[in-house]
């Protein structure tokens, strides 16, 4: 029974320190909240203090009157602006006439100039007929059968022939005249004269568009004939074409 008791008397002691110290931290707690609470309420007061500050901006008056003073000041360079349109008339009056007279003057001399050296002196030099009839076209080929001339008479156009015009061929001691289409099949501008049916002919020739009388239409064309290089692509003269065209 004796250690029983001393058991009971050590759970009261226990619970009585412990008890204690729960007492002792919530007072201790206690002491310690209002110290801070202390501080803030002098810290609330300073920023009312500031709020008074706002008395200083009644110093807006003295930026109302140092405004009209500026005004007061411009109106006196709006006047200025008088003297400066003065200057712009002298500026356009002496601009427009100088490059009229510069302009007009070398033009004037320029075709003065041109007119001296007139056309009228070459005019009278061409004193040669104007035929109805000119060569278009002149070509020499290779050909050991035979030596001839071939050629076709062209409208103006030169597309189209023209048929019933006299062709003379002719050489020293001979000529023939032919009239188109001398082969219908070939069309109605073309003519041929055959020079010769043995080979290759060696000559000189002409040939030129007459009329009836046989006076020439057209200027008189030369051509020669030779025995070499007949094979074909060779640069023989045996097969002469010579075209003409009509002027008008």
């Excluded at 003065?86 to 075709?111: D, G, I, L, Q, Y």
């Excluded at 041109?114 to 002149?138: D, E, G, L, R, W």
């Excluded at 048929?163 to 050489?171: A, E, L, N, P, Y």
Aim: charged share 10%; with cysteine; net charge negative.
């Amino acid at each position: 029974m004796k250690l029983r008791h001393f058991l009971i008397l050590g759970l009261l002691v226990f619970l009585n320190g412990f008890v204690l110290t729960v007492l002792f931290l919530m007072v201790s707690n206690e002491l310690a909240r209002p110290a801070p609470t202390s501080t803030p309420v002098v810290t609330m007061e300073p920023p009312i203090q500031p709020t008074f500050t706002s008395t200083p901006t009644e110093v807006s008056p003295p930026t109302s009157t140092t405004e009209p003073t500026a005004t007061s000041t411009l109106v006196v360079p709006s006047s200025t602006p008088a003297p400066t349109n003065t200057p712009a008339p002298p500026t356009s009056t002496p601009v427009p006439p100088t490059p009229t007279f510069t302009v007009s003057a070398p033009t004037s001399t320029a075709p003065a100039a041109t007119a001296t050296p007139t056309t009228p002196p070459p005019s009278p030099t061409p004193t040669s007929p104007s035929y109805q009839y000119s060569m278009k076209y002149i070509e020499y080929l290779p050909n050991c059968g035979l030596t001839f001339i071939e050629g076709t008479v062209w409208n103006p156009d030169g597309v189209t022939q023209r048929s019933d015009v006299r062709v003379k061929v002719w050489t020293a001691g001979w000529e023939v005249i032919r009239v188109t289409p001398t082969d219908a099949g070939k069309g109605p501008g073309y003519y041929d004269v055959i020079l010769s049916t043995e080979g290759p002919r060696e000559g000189n020739w002409f040939v030129a568009v007459v009329d009836a009388n046989g006076n020439p239409l057209s200027d008189t064309v030369s051509f020669d004939t030779n025995t070499t290089n007949c094979e074909p692509g060779g640069t023989g003269h045996q097969w002469v074409i010579v075209d003409f065209k009509a002027n008008y």
